[in-house]
């Protein structure tokens, strides 16, 4: 596994977990309190901080064991990678693009900024897991 | 998701005739060696400028190594 899927895998787990995390946290307080009372603001800043730390960690961690398993382990992306990325990027944004949209309706008709901040950050965590996951697919079978 | 190519090579063959290790001829061309494993696999088609590098540095014309079928 080359040092630019390393980090995919590593954008993608954290991601993954730190959504998941996030939903926990938030959807029970939904239940108890109305989207207006929600405190979400924290809890999303402590996801967003945490998911960029979590991935930065988590790829020097599999860098390291990599780099033991095989000391011939690369530390740089060529082209083929940055093909990929680009190819990664136009998949998710296909998500960016909807969030931003769907956060647009939700202002127009003046929707709780509750459900606007998580509609972007749907848009966003959408964007890093389905653009990743195309970018692992594209390793994995293969990019023409 | 991405479209099959026709192209098949015969980068390996070539290679190994030369006598060099996957790290070696991507040392050489400038790529990692996942790269080159994905060419020789058929799993990525190199850009053409890289298919030049390759056929320069393997010592063999780009017909060799790269085959496209006929209609």
């Known amino acids: 596994m080359g040092y630019a899927e390393r980090n995919t895998w590593a954008q993608v787990i954290s991601s993954i977990i730190a959504a998941a995390v996030y939903a926990v946290v938030l959807i029970p307080r939904l239940r108890t309190q109305t989207a207006h009372e929600v405190q979400w603001v924290q809890p999303m800043l402590w996801t967003i901080v945490a998911s960029i730390v979590a991935s930065i960690v988590l790829s020097i961690g599999i860098g390291i064991v990599a780099g033991m398993i095989n000391p011939d382990t690369e530390h740089r992306a060529d082209l083929r990678d940055q093909e990929i990325d680009r190819f990664g990027n136009r998949i998710g944004q296909a998500f960016l693009i909807a969030g931003s949209l769907g956060a647009l309706t939700l202002t127009m008709v003046r929707a709780d900024w509750f459900w606007i901040g998580n509609t972007l950050f749907a848009g966003f965590i959408l964007f890093t897991v389905v653009g990743g996951i195309a970018r692992l697919i594209a390793y994995r079978r293969g990019f023409q | ?71």
Do not use: C
């Open chain 2, 1 to 71: 998701m991405t479209k099959p190519t026709r192209v098949t090579n015969s980068v390996r063959e070539f290679r190994t005739s030369a006598g060099l290790t996957q790290i070696e001829l991507a040392a050489r061309i400038g790529v990692t060696r996942q790269t080159l494993i994905a060419i020789e696999k058929g799993k990525y088609s190199p850009s053409l400028e890289m298919a030049f590098q390759i056929s320069r540095t393997l010592d063999t014309p780009l017909e060799d190594l790269f085959h496209y079928p006929d209609e």
